[in-house]
């Protein structure tokens, strides 16, 4: 956290954000911060409210806030704030003095006077004209208003699920966002329930049914929303990156997202100025931006600053070399790769890119923590009883394992809230944002995938976890090219040989430059193979002399960072990628080195032999491991 010019500014978790009428914006910033930050209109940072986390009302630094959430403004220009982890909602007046509104005694559920009401981890508020507040009561799956001096409940039950229907009646599932409408009625992100519900103001609840002018526009875990002036809604997803436009009539578009150069880490936060314009705060990637209008008809619309996402060069989580694993500072066996092919149980080789590192371990063993952390994600822990249950820990993301709870099911401790069905059976697991946990922390047990997947860094922008240096991981393996290729568009490989040479028409359109290699690490299994971590390729004369432009490998693959693309996986790897074999055990990494995947950016492209003169040339490949062993391999080319 650093105030200053805009330039320099530095944000934790900027989470909730409102727009005063002079253009002041206002940040709520959660994680180490928690303080309530300006955004002044030339350019400062400062901070209105907050310090160190606690709870204390107060002027300015005298002031606590424990892992602020949502924001609103009311007409007089005060903010009001869900104080998610001290379940409070408080009031920020102009000068920087705070107070509490109503609750702050704790995690639970009363309505009543303010003083007494009870929320639990409330993320979203929002005020109407008439000064009234309404809360996402989160972990309470309610919608509150707080209204002369006293909380009650306008909708929900208490208990997570999927239901429209008047008041109590209704259900929702860990609601974000909240905003009021001109006509009275409030709109809610319900974020466990992938959809928008409508809140009248008597409390009956229903759910907007979209049209989708755009493929795919229907909103995954949304959880922040504003309405415009002409009443269309905007929301902002959690694990997507993009923020949705809704007209009132329901048709949904991506407004921003769908192009990865303006992908979004996590965006939480939405707020129109006066001039029309909608700000964004992405916590994850510690960024605010401003989205502007490009075509008059508002069809499309922009980020206002180009760069987006986590800073490529933003610190790791500092986790002294721990291992997800006990003994934390042993060694483990490393069983898979940040790039890596995978398939699927369609029976597709080439369906998606491993997006993390992969420690093997026995199924039932605990899951630890390796760095201290708060959870900033208001939905943490997902796909219950899945293989691929998880759990997000601000940058670290464990996978594989029954989050928060021991192999017969049973919760690990109370941080963990562990939700029954109505049939009494377990239903889903939470735990809540704000919530601190230590490093050697158990956070589950390994499902049957007998391994922990971990992830560093937001869906999009993961970084290789190679980097985090787990103690006694050890890789002086040099990598193994068991083939280098050459082949035609449409995946015929050349195979005429002349004097040695592999002859190569220059006038064929291209060729792929197909290599495959994998690796190893010290201590692993001889048949453990593992993906490499950077390939490419250099261009030589017959006698070896690099080609202009090829003095030095051109590397064109290189999973620093996975490829926020989900077409990345076929254009990094050969069609005959992949466990292509039913039952067979071994991956065959088969990468085309002719495309280019690298820095976010996914570039199809073939080597065009027109653009060098007929004769004698050598095709080296070069493949790297994270560890900077490499190895080549050479090919004879004869062009005609």
């Known amino acids: 956290m650093r105030d200053g010019m805009r ?22 910033d959660g994680g ?53 982890g001290n379940h409070a909602i408080r009031r920020v007046a102009p000068d920087g003095t705070v107070t509490t509104l109503a609750g702050g005694g704790g995690a639970g ?24 507040v309404y ?22 039950d208490g208990r997570p699920g999927f239901f429209d229907g008047a008041g109590g009646q209704a259900r929702f599932d860990t609601p974000g966002g909240i905003a009021a409408g001109r006509d009275g009625a409030l709109w809610v992100a319900d974020t466990g329930n992938h959809a928008l519900r409508r809140v009248a103001p008597d409390g009956s609840t229903t759910t907007l049914a979209l049209l989708g002018s755009d493929a795919d526009a229907a909103p995954t875990a949304p959880v922040s929303i ?21 007209t009132p009539d329901g048709r ?41 209008q490009v075509r008059p008809d508002g069809a499309k619309q922009n980020l206002d600053n180009a760069a987006v996402g986590p800073a490529p060069d933003a610190a790791l989580p500092d986790t002294r070399g721990r291992w997800p694993l006990a003994p934390q500072d042993g060694w483990h066996e490393v069983v898979g790769t940040l790039g890596e092919v995978r398939g699927n149980f369609r029976g597709e080789s080439r369906s998606h890119l491993h997006a993390g590192f992969d420690v093997r371990g026995d199924v039932g063993a605990p899951v630890l923590t390796i760095a201290d952390a708060k959870i900033t994600n208001p939905y943490a822990a997902a796909a219950f009883g899945d293989q691929a249950e998880h759990m997000e820990i601000d940058d670290l993301t464990y996978m594989h394992m029954r989050v928060g709870r021991t192999p017969r099911g049973e919760a690990l401790d109370p941080r963990f809230q562990l939700i029954e069905g109505e049939d ?77 040479r592999l002859r190569v028409p220059r006038d064929g359109g291209g060729v792929q430059i197909v290599v495959e290699a994998w690796d190893q690490v010290d201590g692993n299994l001889p048949r453990r193979r593992l993906g490499l971590h950077a390939l490419g390729y250099q261009l030589l004369q017959a006698d070896g002399t690099p080609l202009p432009g090829f003095e030095a490998p051109r590397m064109t693959i290189d999973f620093d960072r996975m490829p926020p693309h989900r077409e990345a996986v076929r254009i990094a790897y050969a069609g005959d990628s992949g466990i292509t074999v039913h039952g067979a055990s071994r991956t065959r ?20 032999p027109a653009t060098l003169s007929a004769g004698d040339y050598v095709l080296r490949a070069v493949v790297r491991d994270a560890a900077g062993n490499d190895a080549t391999r050479e090919l004879a080319l004869r062009l005609y």
Do not use: C, K
């Open 226 to 246: 504003a309405i415009d002036a002409q009443d269309r809604l905007y929301l902002s997803e959690l694990a997507r990156g993009r923020v949705l436009q809704i």
């Open 7 to 28: 330039s320099t500014a530095r944000f934790d978790d900027p989470f909730g954000i409102a727009v005063a009428a002079d253009g002041t914006v206002f940040v709520a």
């Open 589 to 608: 990494f088969r990468y085309a080195i002719n495309n280019l995947v690298r820095d976010g950016r996914l570039e199809p492209s073939l080597w065009d």
């Open 252 to 292: 949904a578009h991506v407004l921003t997202g769908r192009d990865m150069a303006q992908r979004l880490a996590r965006p939480a936060g939405l707020a129109f100025d006066r001039h029309g314009r909608l700000w964004v705060a992405d916590a994850a990637a510690r960024r605010v931006h401003r989205i502007v």
């Open 424 to 500: 009494g059976r377990p239903l889903r697991v939470r735990i809540a944002r704000g919530t601190h946990l230590r490093a050697g922390d158990a956070i589950g047990t390994i499902n049957a995938q007998a391994h922990v997947h971990l992830a560093v860094g937001p869906w999009g922008y993961q970084r290789n976890a190679v980097g985090l240096g787990f103690r006694n991981f050890v890789d002086t393996v040099a990598p193994r090219i068991d083939d280098l290729a050459l082949l035609e568009a449409f995946d015929q490989p050349l195979t005429t040989r002349e004097d040695g």
């Open 135 to 156: 809360v996402t009561d989160s972990f309470n799956d309610r919608i509150r208003v707080i209204e002369a001096g006293a909380v009650r409940t306008l909708a929900g």
């Open 32 to 84: 180490a911060s928690n303080r309530i930050r300006r955004l002044h209109p030339d350019g400062r940072v400062d901070t209105l409210a907050g310090a160190l986390e606690g709870f204390e009302d107060g002027i300015g630094a005298d002031a606590r806030f424990h892992t602020p959430s949502g924001l609103a403004i009311d007409a007089s220009g005060a903010l009001y704030v869900a104080d998610t």
């Open 109 to 132: 559920f009363a309505d009543g006077p303010a003083a007494q009401a009870r929320f639990h981890a409330p993320i979203g508020v929002a005020v109407d004209a008439a000064g009234r």
